[in-house]
Antibody, heavy 121, light 111 residues
């Protein structure tokens, strides 16, 4: 059974940097073809893909946010970390991590429960 | 504005069938990228409902089905049940953006 869990601060001040951790089990980022994505959802709004990292350290970023995002993996801890700089209130959202397989055609088949991040002074 | 267009809401009575459309363009659905559907029950994380246009993951009832025609795909839900009331999202990949993209979501109300 694949499980993922997001963790990080619930409240961040504008201009600060957000660091979120996805801790997973039931799969490994040492395995060929495996990836982990970050997706967010502002309150009452649609889902938005942010970033993705594959087993081979191939990294993909949303074009509109790529200058603010960094995704890394720690295979020894089964964790993926997302860093987002220069936070703004519009970044208030529930942030999800999800498992995926390699390739543009694939879906996000297992999701964490999400963590709500509020950006406010 | 989302790259994939969905109706904001649909509704149906218990036992009826509803269809949710997802329209894209030649850089995503029209480029033959698969479309996937997610169900998001109130207050919960999205759950994969249909993958690769038409395939139901294990455990998804066969009341849910997907289809594709040109640059549009559809999710059909037959035999509507109260527990189907949720938000539904389509998702694909956009070649021009080099990004995974979602539709704006459709809220299903079971009357």
């Amino acid at each position: 059974q694949l499980t993922l869990k997001e963790s990080g601060p619930t409240l961040v001040k504008p201009t600060q940097t957000l660091t979120l951790t996805c801790t997973f089990s039931g799969f490994s980022l040492r395995t060929t073809g495996v990836g982990v994505a970050w997706i967010r959802q502002p309150p009452g709004k649609a889902l938005e893909w942010l970033a993705l990292i594959y087993w081979n350290d191939d990294k993909r970023y949303s074009p509109s946010l790529k200058n603010r995002l960094t995704i890394t993996k720690d295979t020894s801890r089964d964790q993926v970390v997302l860093t987002m700089t220069n936070l703004d209130p519009v970044d208030t959202a529930t942030y999800y991590c999800a498992h995926t397989d390699y390739g543009d055609y694939t879906s996000f088949d297992f999701w964490g429960h999400g963590t709500l991040v509020t950006v406010s002074s | 504005q989302s790259v994939l267009t969905q109706p904001p809401s649909v509704s149906g009575a218990p036992g009826q069938k509803v269809t949710i459309s997802c329209t894209g363009s030649s850089s995503n659905i029209g480029a033959d990228y698969y479309v996937h559907w997610y169900q998001q029950l109130p207050g919960t994380a999205p759950k994969l409902l249909i993958r690769d246009n038409t395939i139901r993951p294990s455990g998804v009832p066969d009341r849910f089905s997907g289809s594709k025609s040109g640059t549009s795909v559809s999710l059909a839900i037959s035999g509507l049940q109260a527990e189907d009331e949720a938000d539904y999202y389509c998702q694909s990949y956009d070649l021009s953006l080099s990004a995974w993209v979602f539709g704006g979501g459709t809220k299903l109300t079971v009357l």
